[in-house]
T-cell receptor, first 114, second 114 residues
């Protein structure tokens, strides 16, 4: 299994500012994903972050708004830039372990933008 | 991506079996059927997955129709801790460009009554 931690667990931010969310995994993984869960909604994939390459963004998400870093096989960051109240969501990272079919999710970061 | 259809909500009584259905009529031959659940205020957690044959694990059973166009997640004895949103997701096989990506639908909200 994989143990995933995220920091911060929650934050309240002002409009126009940026927040960087950290995701730490207790084992080396190639594939890491960032999801967003808006209030009362299901999860939506933001991007795939593979170590050694640029993140791949899903339709509707752009690098300028959600820059991602993946400096090594156990860590990634997602920045939510120039925030607006519409960015208020839970942001989750997840990983797929090599050779395993299942995906593991972090506990999420609850972001509120005022 | 192939889509799944699930009932919005279901209810069960504690200690009784629960059958959660999922339709996936456009499933491809290499798609795996995955089930995840999300307990309140937590990230999703893996429940079970399968390709063609029925699968059992300590959490649940997965019954897959012979034509693979539908499946059923079976919780043999529901407990209050099983109250969650259950997601049925089709996941591409390893090697494909979509491998690892999970497309979440709205899922089924399971309520368990004491």
């Amino acid at each position: 299994s994989a143990v995933i931690s995220q920091k911060p667990s929650r934050d309240i931010c002002q409009r126009g500012t940026s927040l960087t969310i950290q995701c730490q995994v207790d084992s080396q993984v190639t594939m890491m994903f960032w999801y967003r869960q808006q209030p009362g909604q299901s999860l939506t994939l933001i991007a795939t972050a593979n170590q050694g390459s640029e993140a791949t963004y899903e339709s509707g998400f752009v690098i300028d708004k959600f820059p991602i870093s993946r400096p090594n096989l156990t860590f990634s960051t997602l920045t939510v830039s120039n925030m607006s109240p519409e960015d208020s969501s839970i942001y989750l990272c997840s990983v797929v372990l090599p050779g395993r079919g299942r995906q593991y999710f972090g506990p999420g970061t609850r972001l509120t933008v005022l | 991506d192939a889509k799944t259809t699930q009932p919005n909500s279901m209810e069960s009584n504690e200690e009784e079996p629960v059958h959660l259905p999922c339709n996936h009529s456009t499933i491809s031959g290499t798609d795996y059927i995955h089930w995840y659940r999300q307990l309140p205020s937590q990230g999703p957690e893996y429940v079970i997955h399968g390709l063609t044959s029925n699968v059992n694990n300590r959490m649940a059973s997965l019954a897959i129709a012979e034509d693979r166009k539908s499946s059923t997640l079976i919780l043999h004895r529901a407990t209050l801790r099983d109250a969650a949103v259950y997601y049925c997701i089709l996941r591409a096989n390893a090697g494909g460009t979509s491998y690892g990506k999970l497309t979440f639908g709205q899922g089924t909200i399971l309520t368990v009554h004491p």
